[in-house]
């Protein structure tokens, strides 16, 4: 599910600390590249949609109305309505702001966490890094999705417990990446160089080491947001995260399920949903990988 | 060879203790009281004092660990507080349902990937770039698309709409032909989802092998181009693809879950859901600890094959 | 030729691209080999010589296309061949060498896996003759304990032992010509040495034709009985050996003989070295195409490809201004 990221080889020098950020051009670049305008033409309206629920005009995603029970789509109804004769699309739309919010806060964690953990492993070396990449590997034995089930088993259905099951279950991949990531700089000419200059660790961490390994977990990041959206909505498919009548893309597809024959709209147009929205996220990240790594510059030009 | 497989097999105790310490720990230390929710609405404190003895939770955290560590060593995985079976009982009923589905879509995906791939990789090479496109593109919406929705899309198809196959009723492992029609569709609905990605895999280790020098001296002494297919580029682009494989293991074992639901098998992962929901923490922690064995064994297996596959790779 | 020739090429031309630009690799290139004759081409990277030793066995990548020329090996069309034929025209009738042993074994695969194979496709041998074969081979190529090297794998073996098992390779078949591009550039001057002695001996011995491309003129001396020097994809001399070292008829070739460098030379004295750069294969002068670089051309010089003029099979160079009227001067380079 995740991506291997690769790491920019030919920086042989700190580019900020010797030229000052070259931002422009990278912004510059990214903006131009046809996978990031594809990837945002996507993300961008959800998003959009997301945030701004509240405050446009849908039919409130819990109001029931048992007389327009199953109904299929329609001028008053665009997606349809449900078992309960909730508008869909309201519910769709809602539920995107409950999957988006869960995929992005799950990623934004997990990444954290996972650069923490990594970069005390890659930085530091010795038994320390014995110990937490045994422990790392452990974890990582573990299919993705059953520590996700495990986690939300003992933490209990909800959103913020799904949250906290998904960041958990993506932290030791966001680790290993990011300790791979400091492993291959570590021994960077720059690095001797700071080291010499008796810089203090923090400070050679927080201005060296953690600087350049930003850009590759940017991509990390979509595709991390992707997979959480993706394992949250499967998990709240099986019953357990986010029940209803909370709307996620997940537990409304759940919903769909019993009816599928008769009302199939309900479970697919969140999937379509999904399934879009995933695709816009990899798009992103492909495309920013594709800026960033210099490598594949080299591969465009010959 | 034979000295890493030994050092691999004994290292497999150490990692399965480590999944041991992490599934006890998780449930262990959780918040709330297990034997109170299992116990469910208003428990009398006499039955939540005996059911925590039962479940030896009045020990603390590390004897408590090293007991279940030492009843798994023995093939103990300790008795489930909802029914009169033990753990072991439960997963050994629902385990082979789950090992069929996962086994087969991942031996039914690598072989299509590959052959796929190899003919994606054969039409590039002659300028005909359609099947790559196609590959491309099944790829990047199968990793989007999540697997019990292609389920539900089976299920709507072809069970409801068109009626073709089965989705319910009695399902009995020894029955091959019941249970080929109730296993198709999951099994052909996982191994869909996989298949896009190894396919691509394939087709570009393949093209980067029959660019290598290698193939090139064997052209020049005659070799057609299907032999060098055959006989180098495979070999040498199928590594890649078994690491793939290993990876691609633990998505199927997931997906085995989902499948299991939609379908209703009686597998694991649907004695997973019930036991998850019924509060039954030492089955949960029975079937998540061998479904994480499992994985470890099948990426077992592939490192081995790898190994065996690629001389060069120093055996440390 | 009073013996007919083993390899006849005439008017070889191959070129990469079609839109924009073309790169003309190879620009009209004839010679016969007579059996058992070592020749050599010589010329800088982008003459254009390992373009054509790969067009005498087709062996050049799909955007390659050769517009005109014949190539005839042992009484056949090669051009016109078609694949099956040229998969057994290949390793049988001739085989190649190249330059980069490190990569041109597959690294999965037992060395001996790897020599046995041409046998058993071509000759139809059975496993154990093939085998023992192979085991005879390496022992002439001068590998130590051959029966142990056949069970090795590439990645065991050192650069000069793999390129001699890749001679084997080539002479497994008993092809009457080996072509070998650049054999000994990848590999230490020491080796170098050894493994074209190895290809002399060889030749000798089995009566095998060989075509050596490379660079260094060093090499040439003791291996080749013709040589052929190269340049902006066209012979610009050739003759024996002793002739072109002793009596070099072209300006190219003098000047490469000037640069290689000789020990007793004073230690202030500069290496000489021909100004300027080799063509751009996209955009070939109309003339002679070692035309910017000359110090003696002349006005036809610029504007008329000159013909390889010379004694009939002998010694022939191309160029306008014969070899006494020469008048050096300092030559301005346009940047």
Known sequence: MTAIVPVPEQVRTNPRSLHGPPRFDVVHRLVANRRVIAGLVIVVPFVALALFFPVLPFRPPNASSLGDRLSSPSLSHPFGTDTLGRDQLSRTVAGARISIMVGVLAAAISISLGMLIGTVAGYFGGWVDSIVSAVLNVFLSFPGLLIGLLLVAVFGPGVWQIVAAVSIAFTPRAARLQRASVLSMRNRPYMDAARQAAAPTWWILLRHVVPNTVSPMLVVGSIFTADAILIEATISFTGLGIVPPTPSWGSIIKGGQAVLREAWWISLVPAMCLIVFAIGLHLLADGTRQVIDPSEQLEKQR | ?316 | ?335
């Open chain 3, 1 to 335: 030729m009073s013996v007919a020739p083993l390899l006849s090429v005439r008017d070889l031309h191959v070129q990469f691209g079609a839109r924009r630009s073309v790169v003309r690799a190879v620009n009209g290139v004839d010679f016969d080999l007579a059996p058992g004759e070592r020749f050599a081409v010589v010329g800088e990277s982008g003459s254009g010589k390992s373009v054509m030793s790969l067009a005498l066995l087709r062996l050049l990548p799909r955007n390659a296309l050769i517009p005109s020329g014949t190539i005839r090996l042992a009484g056949r069309d090669v051009l016109s061949l078609t694949e099956r034929d040229l998969g057994r025209l290949r390793g049988r009738d001739a085989a190649m060498v190249f330059q980069d042993p490190m990569s041109s074994l597959n690294p999965v695969l037992r060395i001996g896996r790897q020599i046995t194979a041409p046998m058993r496709r071509h000759l139809g041998a059975d496993e154990d003759h093939a085998h023992a074969r192979a085991v005879e081979l390496l022992g002439e190529v001068g590998l130590p304990d051959p029966e142990r090297a056949m069970r090795t794998f590439p990645h065991e073996l050192s650069g000069g032992m793999r390129q001699r098992v890749l001679i084997a390779m080539a002479l497994s078949c008993r092809p009457s010509l080996i072509i070998a591009d650049e054999p000994t550039t990848a590999l230490d001057v020491t080796v170098q040495a050894q493994i074209i002695r190895l290809l002399t001996r060889l030749s000798e011995e089995h009566s095998v034709a060989m075509i050596l491309v490379t660079h260094d003129l060093g090499i040439v001396a003791r291996f080749a009985q013709r040589v052929a020097v190269m340049y902006g994809g066209r012979f610009v001399e050739v003759g024996t050996v002793d002739e072109i070292f002793y009596d070099p008829r072209h300006p190219y070739t003098e000047g490469l003989l000037r640069s290689i460098p000789h020990t007793g030379a004073e230690r202030t004295e500069l290496l000489y070295q021909i100004d300027g750069f080799p063509p751009d294969p996209t955009s070939l002068p109309p003339g002679c195409a070692f035309e910017p670089r000359c110090t003696c051309s002349i006005e036809v010089c610029r504007n008329q490809v000159p013909a390889l003029e010379g004694e009939e099979g002998g010694h022939a160079a191309r160029c306008w201004v014969a070899v006494g009227d020469r008048v050096h001067r300092r030559v301005e380079l346009v940047r």
């Open chain 2, 1 to 316: 060879m034979l000295r890493y497989t030994l050092r691999r097999l004994a290292q497999l105790v150490p990692t399965v203790l480590g999944l041991v310490v992490v599934v006890y720990l998780v449930l262990r230390l959780a918040p709330g009281d297990p034997a109170v929710s299992a116990l469910g609405e208003n428990p009398t404190a006499e039955s939540v004092a005996r059911l925590r003895e039962r479940m030896g939770l009045n020990q603390g955290v590390i004897p408590g660990l090293l007991d279940y560590m030492g009843g798994v060593l023995r093939g103990d995985l300790g008795d489930s507080i909802v029914e009169t079976r033990s753990v072991s009982q439960i997963i050994g009923d629902s385990l082979p349902v789950t090992i069929v589905m996962a086994s087969a879509a991942l031996v039914l995906s690598v072989m299509l990937g590959v052959v796929l791939g190899a003919a994606a990789a054969y039409l590039s090479s002659r300028g005909r770039d359609a099947l790559d496109h196609g590959l491309t593109g099944g790829a990047i919406v199968m990793e989007a698309t999540p697997a019990f929705v292609l389920g539900l899309v089976g299920l709507l198809l072809f069970v409801l709409k068109l009626g073709w196959l089965p989705a319910t009723g009695i399902f009995d492992l020894v029955d091959i032909g019941n249970t080929a029609r109730r296993l198709a569709l999951p099994v052909a609905i996982l191994t869909v989802g996989s298949l896009a990605t190894i396919a691509r895999l394939a087709r570009t280790s393949i093209l980067e092998v029959l660019n290598e020098d290698y193939v090139r001296t064997a052209r020049s002494l005659g070799e057609s181009p299907f032999a060098a297919l055959r006989g180098h580029a495979l070999r040498n682009a199928l590594l890649p693809v078994m690491t793939l494989s290993g990876i691609t293991f633990g998505r199927l074992l997931g997906g085995t879950v989902v499948m299991e639901l939609i379908f209703t098998l009686p597998g694991m992962g649907t004695t997973l859901l019930k036991t998850i929901v019924d509060r039954d923490y030492p089955v949960v922690q029975g079937i998540v600890l061998v479904y994480a064995i499992l994985y470890v064994l099948v990426n077992l297996i592939t490192d081995l094959l790898y190994r065996r596959a690629d001389p060069r790779v120093v055996l440390t």
